[in-house]
């Protein structure tokens, strides 16, 4: 069982920046990819961006540019959020995806992540 909390989020303003962490407990991630995801109210949950075990990364092209994921040595995962925009408001969520593939239609799929932290909001003013 692993146990997820983000955290980072808050309000700026549009072209600020913000930096969302996701630490996980429980068991390690080192060999789990990482996912983001955000949902916007009225909105579905959209995919953000991942990071593979071994540090392979995929962006939304929506973000693309502007945001970068990363992960260090220890449990956390990182979104670098630049240059935001009021269109980037919304709770974001951290997941972990237990098996490794090289496609990146795979980790844009909320439905091959198997374990969710509870979110942190993200507003950003215009």
């Known amino acids: 069982q692993v146990q997820l909390v983000e955290s980072g989020g808050g309000l700026v303003q549009a072209g600020g920046s913000l930096r969302l962490s996701c630490a996980a407990s429980?068991?390690?991630?080192?060999?789990?990819?990482v996912g983001w995801f955000r949902q916007a109210p009225g909105k579905v949950r959209e995919f953000v961006a991942a990071i593979r075990w071994m540090g392979a990364t995929f962006y939304a092209e929506s973000v693309k540019g502007r945001f970068t994921i990363s992960r260090d040595n220890s449990e956390t995962v990182y979104l670098q959020m630049n240059r935001l925009k009021p269109e980037d408001t919304a709770v974001y969520y951290c997941a972990t995806a237990p098996r490794d593939y090289e496609s990146r239609d795979y980790y844009t799929a909320h439905n091959v992540y198997n374990f969710w932290g509870q979110g942190t909001q993200v507003t950003v003013s215009s």
């Open positions: 429980g068991r390690t991630i080192r060999r789990d990819a």
